[in-house]
């Protein structure tokens, strides 16, 4: 009976996030054909305009500029009606075939080899990042919650100060006073000369190019975590579970534990959701440091206005959301044993 | 509670209602530091864009001279430009004016746009009830999870940049921001509808738009005037992010479109620190400032979160 309800809790929520998914491939896939402006068109163009460039031309009209575009919709299948040509890039994003990119025009390169190529520098830059600000966010907000008085009020006003700093403009600043001011860092990107190998060379010059990116986000995120950390702490503090174990005379230190084991759960559901969106990598920060990640990529990718692309790697961001969320929804079961029990329902 | 101002003491007196609501406000020390911070930027961002000359795009008018020579570019800071040009010779102090005197009024084209939104579905859903609130309830759910920035990027990329007017910038960004506001009109919307005032102006033969727009929507006014606020200060955030990458605005300079310029001028490398610390420092006083609001009015519309206000 007990694990039968928590398989349908399972079923349930896996049906909903596949039924979410197929919906957010669908729109993905058909927004760009069916938008006003005609983005596929123009996407065309550029790809003409390139070659033009490529060859010296520079931008002109050619007479035959219809035909070819004719020729080029065909050749690229884009000439079908929308919804035929849906299922074939359905089935061929399920079986790992993203189609091609465009965007590196006149190399022709497989989207799935480029996002695999970039992922795992934004990875890299990410997760750490990510991990380190809400450990350090969780207990801050914690301490500041049963801390109280003044610490906590001073604490507070600053975090919600450092949380309302956009992450780029910091990095900006960073940049300005390490890395142009003083030295201390390099004002860009990563050791692109350097041939990857697990040489202390290496790792640590890599360590040196993410130091200024990880530092900002770690700052700014340290705001968010503790913030929001802070407000469930106080949430369970004034709960009644432990109002009563107040009355029964346990020690502060015990019903910090209890608030702070109970506050953690929706701080995972958020670590969830943060760590889905990840792999979209964060756009600004990798464009303004030159760092080769997926934030790079599709600002590359929609520079070039190239759909193949911007299609196949707002799908796999999509799916890696989703699936977060399905895993965090899943752990929240296990966590939480009135959601095993089934005894309450989670939205 | 003690004023802070004998003024604003004999005003929070004053026994109407609406008055010592007013009062209250303005003896919240978060509210006042907040609102000074916000009517000074928009001050800012009007008169000085009003004393400016307001062309941001004119070079000739700074420099004297038509086009642009390359002793005019990336000038320092000097009494006739406050804070330099950039590679075009445009006056950078005009560009910040401007720039904040529009994304104003995107922000609050947008925040009146979700604001609307978010409390009539919230209104529909939480009334209602039925099918319709689950469709809501669901769609409301799944987008809360996918961060709005994607989709804002993905939409945006796929309009031709001469059509992306601040027009329909705002009206993208306002309707992207349904979801969360809506979740909140909705469960607030559920709390009332068991209250005794409802069940007496079903009595009463009220209809359900009457008991909507009558008895609900002025109880919950309060939330929706706070989701007004969250919201400008989402939309301030959204697009300057999008601008600065490059796909806000076209037709207009806006907060957004001076740091993608200031980015595309290479500002952080010749270390033009007069370049990219005003633009910065004013988003983020301005989403500060809008933050100190919320709180303040949290404060005064619902005494019972006394206990966590700080928590939010």
């Known amino acids: ?347 | 509670m003690k004023p802070s101002l004998p003024v604003l003491y004999i005003f929070s007196k004053i026994r109407s209602l609406r008055e010592t609501l007013l009062g209250e406000l303005f003896t919240n020390r978060r509210f006042i530091v907040g609102f000074a911070i916000f009517l000074g930027l928009v001050i800012f961002g009007y008169v000085g864009s009003f004393l400016a000359y307001s062309d941001p795009w004119d070079t000739s008018y700074y420099t004297g001279v038509p086009g642009c020579p390359n002793e005019y570019r990336f000038l320092p800071p000097s009494l006739k430009h406050p804070l330099g040009t950039d590679q075009g010779c445009r006056d950078i102090y005009t560009w910040l004016v401007v720039g904040l005197k529009n994304s104003l009024w995107v922000a609050a084209l947008a925040a009146s746009i979700t604001t609307v939104i978010a409390s009539s579905l919230g209104l529909i859903a939480g009334y209602r009830g039925g099918v319709l609130d689950d469709i809501i309830n669901f769609s409301s759910n799944f987008l809360m999870v996918i961060p709005m920035f994607i989709i804002l990027l993905m939409l945006l990329a796929y309009i031709p940049p001469e059509a992306r007017s601040s027009l329909l910038v705002a009206i993208v960004i306002g309707i992207l921001g349904w979801p969360g506001p809506t979740r909140v009109v909705r469960s607030m919307v559920m709390q009332h509808k068991a209250s005794d005032y409802v069940d007496v102006a079903k009595l009463m033969n009220f209809t359900p738009t009457e008991i909507v727009f009558k008895e609900i929507l002025p109880n919950i006014a309060s939330y929706v005037f706070l989701i007004y606020i969250s919201s400008f200060s989402g939309a301030i955030f959204a697009e300057v992010g999008i601008g600065a990458i490059g796909y806000g605005p076209w037709d207009a300079v806006t907060l957004g479109r001076t740091f993608n310029n200031m980015l595309g001028g290479g500002a952080i490398f010749i270390g033009a620190w007069w370049w990219f610390i005003p633009v910065g420092l004013v988003v983020v006083f301005l989403s500060y400032s809008l933050l100190l609001i919320n709180l303040g009015l949290q404060h005064v519309f619902n005494p019972r979160l006394k206990l966590t206000l700080y928590a939010v």
Do not use: C
């Open chain 1, 1 to 347: 009976m007990l694990k039968s309800r928590f398989a349908r809790y399972v079923v349930s929520k896996a049906v909903v996030y596949s039924v979410l998914w197929f919906l957010a491939a669908f729109l993905n896939f058909l927004l760009p054909r069916i938008m006003p402006g005609e983005p596929v068109r123009r996407f065309l163009e550029t790809l003409f305009g390139m070659g033009q460039v490529a060859t010296g031309g520079g931008p002109q009209i050619i007479p035959e500029m219809e035909r070819y575009m004719k020729e080029a919709e065909r050749l690229l299948g884009l000439d079908q009606p929308p919804l035929l040509q849906f299922p074939s890039w359905f089935i061929n994003f399920l079986r790992g075939d993203w189609g091609f990119s465009l965007a590196f025009a006149p190399d022709i390169r497989p989207v799935r080899e480029l996002v695999m190529q970039f992922l795992p520098n934004t990875l890299m830059l990410l997760l750490p990042s990510l991990i380190v600000s809400w450990i350090v966010g969780n207990y801050l907000g914690a301490y500041l919650a049963l801390k109280g008085g003044k610490i906590d009020k001073v604490g507070l006003s600053t975090l919600q100060f450092v949380a309302q700093i956009p992450v780029y403009w910091l990095l900006i600043l960073f940049i300005f006073i390490f890395g142009v001011h003083l030295k201390w860092a390099p004002i860009t990107g990563r050791p692109l000369r350097m041939i990857p190998s697990l040489t202390w060379g290496y790792v640590s010059e890599l360590l040196r190019h993410m130091a200024l990116p990880m530092i900002t986000m770690i700052t700014v995120g340290i705001g968010g975590w503790s913030i929001g950390m802070r407000a469930y702490v106080i949430y369970q503090l004034n709960s009644n579970y432990i109002r009563y174990a107040r009355t029964m005379g346990l020690p502060q230190r015990v019903l910090g534990r209890y608030a702070f084991r109970n506050a953690l759960i929706p701080q995972f559901t958020a670590f969830a959701i943060n760590f889905g969106g990840m792999f979209a990598g964060n756009l600004l920060v990798e464009m303004i440091y030159g760092y080769p990640g997926m934030g790079s990529l599709l600002a590359m990718v929609m520079g070039r206005l190239d759909i193949f692309g911007m299609q196949a790697i707002f799908t796999f961001t999509a799916t890696m959301l989703l699936l977060a969320n399905f895993t965090a929804d899943i752990i929240y079961g296990f966590l939480d044993p009135r959601i095993r029990r089934g005894l309450i329902e989670v939205a």
